[in-house]
């Protein structure tokens, strides 16, 4: 069964997508208050990240979560660059060089998360 | 027959109090006892801890695991893996064991027939009549503790390894073990923002009997609520009697968690926002702990919540999906099976209220919640049937938001909740348990021992 993995859309994310196809495949999430894009992952690069990131797991939708930010905003990196969902976005995450790099910023990632400034205090 | 229902006794018939208020009698119960201090267990591969045991003397002395009133035998203990009854015949679902290491035990000579004072952040804390001293394979008690898909083919769907971190607890012990009853001689002082959410049992059934609560709702948490949460809670909390449940009583497991699970203090504070900013009215709700390093046992899990929650008072439990597991080690409605009709692999032909000396708290299993587009709300899994658009909720989706710094929209999770999170994000540096955390939790604990002094001799 392939596995999906969802990456989160902010402001900024959704500005750098604007005017491509990938516009097309924004989802609405929760009547609206979330916008997604959704990418199916094959079994064998589903079992490829959840071994490279021990904490990464399949929830009970079927998405891979839990993944480190780094490999999050990678992914999304990814994604904008190639403007596409297709298989060959895992392909190009995963190459080693690029791996290494998110490895290493997941480690520092488990030691301390900057605390987000919330919107009052703006 | 009257409709109504009433509080539960405790289960086994009676609550444990085994914590000595007369300080005299501390006094001369640790005189002459052989001191020892207590010591984390630790993941033998990355030295984490994972579990302290005075969590589970804190439980035992304190009621909440009635009618358990020691560390188990050999005896007990092959009772509670053979049918999970203690040996008066009461259910009960895990070894409760307290080893010790071959040094600690040549250093101690320590005997059967010796007390042994037990310290806590070096103080002082209880007292252990040691009745036997036995030895175990902790591997095989592991395996035997959860299950194996062979033996238990009803709930277990996979071989439980290191990953799963109550499996671990078990794998991790020492192999020796040191059984009887326990003390607490020296009650330990809960740090904010613990203290306020402390409800012992007897207290527990107090503050039930002055709110005028007759039937209460209990709902087991390890999470930060998002709205799915709180649509469980307020929904099953309509199954009473002749009316809703008068009261939900929040019961937060606090110790030794698995990585990237929500940090104490945000979950019971996370829990209080609810009934704080009235999305839950506080004249129904109250939060509350019980000290004790989770298993993520899911079935199982759900028979010890439903003994502490009975002995706490209340009258009904609900159960969702996944209730305490982790991973795809059990059916996700493993606990619903054993609630609906037994799990008779691991000794259980029938429910536990339908079970001589089972429980008499009353299971409300509820699928899930999930939002459904089309209604544009948060519906009941059984009740929406538009099912192929349905978005459910999933805790490790609001993790990875939170952790990507971005609020989770108010649909999903409250405001006020959110903001309990980033208080204490920003006092560890960390939304999550992380390693950090874990070693800071150990030093630290919940509570601290106030001073005894105790003489070498009478």
Same mark, same amino acid.
């Given at each position: 069964m392939p596995y999906?993995?969802?990456?989160?859309?902010?402001?900024?994310?959704?500005?750098?997508?604007?005017?491509?196809p990938l516009e097309r495949l924004v989802k609405d999430l929760y009547g609206g208050y979330l916008k997604v894009i959704e990418l199916e992952v094959p079994d064998d690069i589903a079992q490829r990240i959840l071994k490279e990131f021990p904490r990464a797991r399949i929830d009970a939708r079927g998405f891979i979560e839990e993944t480190p930010v780094a490999f999050k905003r990678e992914l999304f990196e990814v994604i904008a660059q190639l403007r596409s969902v297709s298989k060959e976005i895992f392909g190009e995450l995963l190459k080693p060089e690029r791996l290494s790099r998110v490895k290493e910023l997941a480690a520092k990632e488990e030691e301390y998360l900057p605390p987000p400034t919330l919107p009052e205090e703006k | 027959m009257s409709l109504k229902i009433n509080t539960p006794p405790p289960h086994g018939g009676k609550l444990v109090d085994a914590v000595i208020r007369d300080k005299d009698k501390a006094i001369s119960m640790a005189v002459g006892a052989i001191p020892y201090d207590l010591k984390a267990t630790r993941?033998?591969?990355?030295?984490?801890?994972?579990?302290?045991?005075?969590?589970?003397?804190?439980?035992?002395?304190?009621?909440?695991?009635?009618?358990?009133?020691?560390?188990?035998?050999?005896?007990?203990?092959?009772?509670?893996?053979?049918?999970?009854?203690?040996?008066?015949?009461?259910?009960?679902?895990?070894?409760?064991?307290?080893?010790?290491?071959?040094?600690?035990?040549?250093?101690?000579?320590?005997k059967e027939g010796d007390r042994l004072l037990l310290r806590l952040k070096g103080q002082p804390f209880a007292i252990l009549n040691v009745e036997e001293i036995w030895n175990f394979d902790p591997k095989d008690l592991a395996d035997r503790t959860f299950g194996t898909p062979e033996r238990n083919p009803e709930v277990v769907k996979r071989k439980f390894d290191e990953k799963h971190p109550g499996w671990l607890i078990y794998r991790s012990m020492t192999g020796i073990a040191l059984a009887g009853k326990v003390y607490v001689i020296n009650e330990p002082v809960f740090k904010d923002p613990y203290n306020r959410f402390w409800y012992p049992p007897a207290r527990s059934r107090e503050e039930m009997q002055r709110r005028g609560w007759r039937t209460v709702?209990?709902?087991?948490?390890?999470?930060?609520?998002?709205?799915?949460?709180? /649509?469980?809670?307020?929904?099953?909390?309509?199954?009473?009697?002749?009316?809703?449940?008068?009261?939900? #009583?929040?019961?937060? *497991? !606090?110790?030794?968690?698995?990585?990237?699970?929500?940090?104490?203090?945000?979950i019971l504070e996370g829990h209080e926002a609810l009934n704080k900013y009235g999305?839950?009215?506080?004249?129904? /709700?109250?939060?509350?702990?019980?000290?004790?390093?989770?298993?993520?046992?899911?079935?199982?899990?759900? #028979?010890?919540?439903? *003994? !502490?929650?009975?002995?706490?008072?209340?009258?009904?439990?609900?159960?969702?999906?996944d209730h305490a597991a982790v991973g795809d080690y059990y059916d996700p409605y493993a606990t619903q099976i054993l609630w609906e009709k037994g799990i008779p692999s691991f000794g259980l032909n029938a429910p536990p209220y339908d079970l001589d000396k089972g429980l008499k708290i009353r299971p409300v299993n509820i699928k899930e919640f999930w939002y459904c587009p089309k209604c544009g709300e948060i519906t009941y899994s059984d009740t929406c049937a538009h099912t192929d658009i349905a978005q459910r909720f999933s805790g490790s989706f609001i993790r990875g938001l939170i952790a990507e710094g971005i609020e989770p929209p108010p649909i999903i999770f409250r405001p006020e909740v959110y903001r309990v999170i980033v208080k204490w994000w920003r006092v560890y540096g960390y939304?999550?348990?992380?390693?950090?955390?874990l070693e800071l939790k150990e030093r630290e604990l919940e509570a601290d021992v106030p001073p005894m002094d105790v003489p070498m001799k009478r």
């Open positions: 999906k993995i969802s990456v989160i859309l902010d402001r900024a994310r959704l500005e750098r997508i604007k005017g491509t | 993941d033998p591969v990355s030295g984490l801890p994972i579990r302290n045991v005075y969590r589970e003397i804190m439980s035992i002395a304190y009621g909440f695991f009635s009618p358990l009133d020691r560390f188990m035998t050999r005896n007990e203990v092959e009772s509670v893996l053979k049918e999970r009854r203690l040996l008066d015949g009461w259910l009960f679902p895990f070894p409760i064991i307290f080893d010790i290491s071959e040094d600690d035990l040549k250093k101690l000579s320590v709702i209990a709902h087991q948490t390890r999470n930060v609520p998002h709205t799915g949460h709180e /649509h469980l809670m307020k929904n099953a909390a309509y199954l009473g009697d002749i009316e809703p449940c008068h009261g939900i #009583l929040v019961n937060a *497991i !606090i110790g030794a968690k698995r990585l990237g699970d929500f940090i104490d203090e945000a999305y839950i009215s506080p004249k129904r /709700h109250i939060v509350t702990f019980t000290l004790w390093d989770m298993r993520y046992g899911n079935p199982l899990e759900s #028979l010890l919540h439903g *003994i !502490i929650r009975q002995n706490m008072g209340c009258t009904h439990h609900m159960f969702g999906r939304p999550f348990v992380n390693k950090k955390y």
